[in-house]
T-cell receptor
Framework: DAKTTQPPSMDCAEGRAANLPCNHS???????VYWYRQIHSQGPQYIIHGLKNNETNEMASLIITEDRKSSTLILPHATLRDTAVYYCIVRVAFNYGQNFVFGPGTRLSVLP | GAVVSQHPSRVICKSGTSVKIECRSLDFQATTMFWYRQFPKQSLMLMATSNEGSKATYEQGVEKDKFLINHASLTLSTLTVTSAHPEDSSFYIC??????????FGPGTRLTVL
């Protein structure tokens, strides 16, 4: 079973920041928080991952609370192409023998 | 990032036939490959894990004689759906990883069994 809980759906206006929350209250000390997204009929796309510090890349920012029990993915300026299902997953990093466990994710709809 | 391809991207077949789906890691050697299945409006579910040169490990409820997995090289894994039936229609996704490359997902294969 997935170790994370996310809201089933969210809407965001185009050009605004999209903030997607994730709860992972049972996260272990060696587990990272990963975010992937899946655009309709495509494979999952990696977005970002982090352990405890906030992370930023060209796609998004990841804010992890100090107790690591929750995190927020931020898409700073959402576009229509960001409409997708977003998955928050906790997993030991670079454990190449371990699969990702996908929950239902959050369906983000970016509205014009 | 590393690239994982799948072929074909979509396939339609008649009930009772077998279908082979290929998963390739294009620019790295994949120690482990994973096969997932995704039904409409559902999340990805792991079917099996395969390591190069050894037998695949199947998840509970996945028939190993129906879903044949071969991981004969470090860049290629195949999933063969034998005697496919309409209930096997789904989106099949592979991913690949190595001891230095984080897991990368393929674009998926849409299987429709008539």
């Amino acid at each position: 079973d997935a170790k994370t809980t996310q809201p089933p759906s969210m809407d965001c206006a185009e050009g605004r920041a999209a903030n997607l929350p994730c709860n992972h209250s049972t996260i272990s000390g060696n587990e990272y928080v990963y975010w992937y997204r899946q655009i309709h009929s495509q494979g999952p796309q990696y977005i970002i991952h982090g352990l405890k510090n906030n992370e930023t890349n060209e796609m998004a920012s990841l804010i992890i609370t100090e107790d690591r029990k929750s995190s927020t993915l931020i898409l700073p300026h959402a576009t229509l192409r960001d409409t997708a299902v977003y998955y928050c997953i906790v997993r030991v990093a670079f454990n190449y023998g371990q699969n990702f466990v996908f929950g239902p994710g959050t369906r983000l709809s970016v509205l014009p | 990032g590393a690239v994982v391809s799948q072929h074909p991207s979509r396939v339609i077949c008649k009930s009772g036939t077998s279908v082979k789906i290929e998963c390739r890691s294009l620019d790295f050697q994949a120690t482990t490959m994973f096969w997932y299945r995704q039904f409409p409006k559902q999340s990805l579910m792991l079917m099996a894990t395969s390591n190069e040169g050894s037998k695949a490990t199947y998840e509970q409820g996945v028939e190993k004689d129906k879903f044949l997995i071969n991981h004969a090289s470090l860049t290629l894994s195949t999933l063969t759906v034998t005697s496919a039936h309409p209930e096997d229609s789904s989106f099949y996704i592979c991913s690949a990883s190595s001891d230095w490359a984080e897991q990368f997902f393929g674009p998926g294969t849409r299987l429709t069994v008539l």
